[in-house]
């Protein structure tokens, strides 16, 4: 995300996202985790040919435990 801000406000940014503002400033702030769930995130999201929200996305990456 960080990568699409400099051109765009971060509020639209947060909004086309479906995340808040507060969310993404305590994103910023949490320590790096692991690589291994980004990359199941990302490989679900294109999977499903980019057609996945968040919320379905964390749906589905639960249900997979």
């Not at 949490?30 to 964390?58: C, G, M, T």
Request: glycine share 4%; with cysteine.
């Amino acid at each position: 995300m960080k990568q699409h801000l400099l051109p765009y406000p971060l509020p639209l940014v947060c909004r086309q996202l479906k995340v808040s503002v507060s969310g993404y400033y305590v994103w910023l702030k949490r320590e790096p985790k692991s690589n291994e769930l980004f990359e199941n995130i990302k490989a679900l999201y294109w999977q499903h040919k980019a057609r996945l929200d968040a919320p379905s996305l964390v749906h589905n990456i639960r249900d997979k435990g």
